[in-house]
C-alpha cells in the first residue's frame, strides 16, 4: 500500500529560526511529490512540486528537496516568520495512477 | 479572484438528514475533486470529475453521491448523513489532472454530524 510518512508530527520554533521537515514515501512507480501549506481553517495551498529528475527546489524562503533513491523529501524553511505557522502536506504521485497520497501533515507554530 | 468557491461554509446537520455542497470554480479547469480532511489522517478523496460529463469514485465514496453540473460546477450530496461523515469537506481542482497538475482548493465546509 502507498504510503506517506511526515515528521515531525508537530514543530514548534521561535522566529527567525531555521527548520526543516521531513517526508517519507513508498509510492512507487514515482512521478512526482509537490509540498503544500495549509493555514489553520483554509484550504491547502502548494508551495513546490519536485519531478524524478530534481534535487532542489527553492520559492523563496523554502527549498524543497528530493531523493528519489531513498524515497524521501524534505522542506527546509529559513528565517522563519509568524505567518510560516500552517501545517505543511506532502503529497505524492504514483507514475501512472490516478491515486494521490496525502501525508498527515506537520503542524509548525512559529512564535516571537 | 475567487478561484474555487465553497458552500456553506459551515453545517450542522442531524442524523438522516441530507444536504447538498457546492462548489464552483471560475479558472476554466477541466478537473474537478471533493476530499474529506479528518484530524490526524491525510486528506482522502471522495469522487472526482476529471472532465465536464464524467464523474468517478475516490478513495470513500460511501454514502455521497456527485453531480458534475458544468464545467465550472461540481457538488457534493449526503442522502442520509451519518456522525462518521462529520468532517471538514474540500472541493479542489486542477487544469490537468492531479497526478500532474497543481491542486487549488477551496476554504472548506464544516460540517457536524448529530
Known amino acids: 500500500k502507498n504510503q506517506v510518512e511526515q515528521s515531525p508530527q508537530s514543530l514548534i520554533i521561535l522566529e527567525g529560526k531555521n527548520c526543516t521537515l521531513q517526508c517519507n514515501y513508498t509510492v512507487s512507480p514515482f512521478s512526482n511529490l509537490r509540498w503544500y501549506k495549509q493555514d489553520t481553517g483554509r484550504g491547502p495551498v502548494s508551495l513546490t512540486i519536485m519531478t524524478f529528475s530534481e534535487n532542489t527546489k527553492s520559492n523563496g524562503r523554502y527549498t524543497a528537496t528530493l531523493d528519489a533513491d531513498t524515497k524521501q523529501s524534505s522542506l527546509h524553511i529559513t528565517a522563519s516568520q509568524l505567518s510560516d505557522s500552517a501545517s505543511y502536506i506532502c503529497?505524492?504521485?504514483?507514475?501512472?495512477?490516478?491515486?494521490?497520497?496525502f501525508g498527515k501533515g506537520t503542524k509548525l507554530s512559529v512564535i516571537p | 479572484n475567487a478561484g474555487v468557491t465553497q458552500t456553506p461554509k459551515f453545517q450542522v446537520l442531524k442524523t438522516g438528514q441530507s444536504m447538498t455542497l457546492q462548489c464552483a470554480q471560475d479558472m476554466n479547469h477541466n478537473s474537478m475533486y471533493w476530499y474529506r480532511q479528518d484530524p490526524g489522517m491525510g486528506l482522502r478523496l471522495i469522487y472526482y470529475?476529471?472532465?465536464?460529463?464524467?464523474?468517478d469514485k475516490g478513495e470513500v465514496p460511501n454514502g455521497y453521491n456527485v453531480s458534475r453540473l458544468n464545467k465550472r460546477e461540481f457538488s457534493l450530496r449526503l442522502e442520509s448523513a451519518a456522525p462518521s461523515q462529520t468532517s471538514v469537506y474540500f472541493c479542489a481542482s486542477s487544469e490537468v489532472p492531479h497526478q500532474a497538475g497543481e491542486l487549488f482548493f477551496g476554504e472548506g465546509s464544516r460540517l457536524t454530524v448529530l
Open positions: 503529497v505524492v504521485s504514483g507514475a501512472g495512477s490516478y491515486q494521490l497520497t
Open positions: 470529475s476529471a472532465s465536464e460529463g464524467t464523474t
